[in-house]
């Protein structure tokens, strides 16, 4: 039989044409797409991925695969985790939480594992830059239609004396406000690429998409997003020349946001005699929770199940702990509560030991942006559940194993030499 018509075996099909990379790629793609608009988009990326992987190492098991980052961190996390779960009295809610906490190490590893080239990265990053594109077009629809045009739901009235505060695609205006927090330092990063290689294009799409999340976000009227916002442009700036320049630019927009009579100044102005109240009730209450079992916690995922049992008599609402690592260390303890920072901390420290290395500055200002996205997001952290949140867990963790694989792939000195690229050809920015 001529070897071009005989039907290829099932371990050629699956290795051949890099199907499984391609699957793996699609399902990352959906998952980032998923973080804006959908769990199930979430759900259906991760399950991709999953199926490409094994279907990788059980027929083409000659591809390299990267070691699993930080490790050291991990293996003992996933082992306090393990000790939460058999503790709790809620095992199936508990359950459902370390499936939870295994989403997100599994979308860490899924970027890091899929990126491997610039055109891997390119399309990544551009589905990056669309999906923060969409979502705060869906705002700026809803703020002037009334609806977005994804849900067709209406922005929230949530007080008389200030306007409707857009939702965008998510059913609360603090959850939308989250999401659009990574995508500024994004934006910027992209327009300085852009500004650089003299593509006006580029350079013009970025500019316009961070003045579009500036108008959705400031809509949102959500405190803790816009502190977010700064921290995360804060922490981009220190890396560059100009640092002092953008530092004072930034003290000067805080301070007009303070000063100029808005809607938005009002918001600020309340912060101490709106909700520091309720917030410190919660954080009493949260306080007593970790007090109660202190080293791993009451049960994963079981913060609502125990609250009604500290909260104060008089307080008849069930609430988050408005503070995520607040709500982690109650649920899972001290112990794996930092062991979690530790790991992501450990990521960070890496992502920014090789911004200082020799590489090509697109990837170095790709990957500092992409680290102050994670950073805005961990300063939102403390005054939201956002890491409880499915779609919110979910962009922050692809956020992580992307920063990691930039500069692991494309800038670390002591990456694995099979996962290098050619860092001379800069041009991974032009879809």
């Known amino acids: 039989m001529n070897p071009a018509l005989r039907k290829p075996s099932i371990n050629e099909f699956y290795s051949k044409g890099g199907m499984n990379q391609t699957l793996k790629l699609l399902g990352l793609w959906l998952a980032i797409i998923g973080s804006a608009f959908s769990i199930t988009f979430c759900a259906i990326g991760l399950g991709l991925y999953m199926i490409g992987l094994l279907l990788e190492l059980t027929f083409d098991k000659g591809t390299p695969h990267p070691r699993y980052p930080a490790g050291k961190f991990l293996f003992p996390l996933l082992i306090s985790l393990l000790i939460s779960l058999f503790v709790s009295h809620y095992f199936k809610v508990s359950l459902r939480g370390f499936w939870k906490f295994l989403e997100g190490f599994i979308l860490l590893y899924a970027s890091i594992d899929v990126i491997r080239t610039p055109k891997e990265l390119r399309w990544v990053v551009f589905t990056l830059a669309g999906v923060f594109f969409l979502a705060a077009l869906s705002g700026i629809f809803q703020d002037i239609f009334g609806f977005d045009f994804v849900y067709f739901r209406q922005a929230i009235n949530a007080s008389s004396e200030l306007p409707k505060r857009l939702t965008g695609s998510f059913k609360h205006y603090n959850d939308y406000g989250s999401f659009l927090v990574p995508g500024f330092s994004i934006a910027l990063a992209l327009f300085l690429t852009k500004l650089s290689d003299r593509k006006i294009l580029g350079a013009i799409f970025s500019a316009v998409l961070f003045f579009m999340l500036s108008y959705a976000i400031t809509r949102t009227l959500s405190r803790s997003a816009l502190l977010a916002v700064f921290a995360s442009l804060f922490f981009f700036s220190i890396f560059f020349r100009y640092r002092w320049f953008a530092i004072g630019g930034l003290v000067a927009l805080i301070f007009a ?92 420290g890496s992502a920014v030991k090789a911004f200082f290395s020799n590489g090509s500055s697109h990837y170095k200002i790709l990957t500092i942006g992409i680290v102050s996205a994670v950073f805005g997001m961990m300063v939102n952290a403390l005054f939201e559940s956002l890491l409880q949140s499915t779609q919110l867990r979910t962009i922050f963790w692809c956020l992580l194993g992307i920063a990691t694989a930039v500069a692991t792939n494309f800038l670390s000195a002591d990456g694995n030499p099979s996962m290098k690229t050619d860092v001379s050809k800069p041009d991974i920015w032009s879809i």
Not at 279 to 292: F, G, Y
Not at 323 to 331: C, D, G, H, R
Request: positive net charge; hydrophobic residues 50%.
């Open 257 to 348: 946001l303070w000063t100029v009579p808005s809607p938005l100044s009002a918001r600020l102005k309340d912060i101490f005699s709106e909700s520091a109240p309720e917030r410190l009730l919660l954080l009493k209450t949260t306080l007593s929770m970790i007090k109660a079992k202190p080293f791993f916690g009451l049960g994963l995922n079981t913060y609502s199940d125990y609250f009604p049992q500290f909260r104060p008599k008089t307080y008849p609402a069930i609430m988050y702990a408005h503070n995520s690592y607040l709500q982690m260390a109650a649920e899972i303890g001290i112990v794996g509560f930092c062991l979690y920072l530790l790991l992501i901390l450990a990521l960070i």
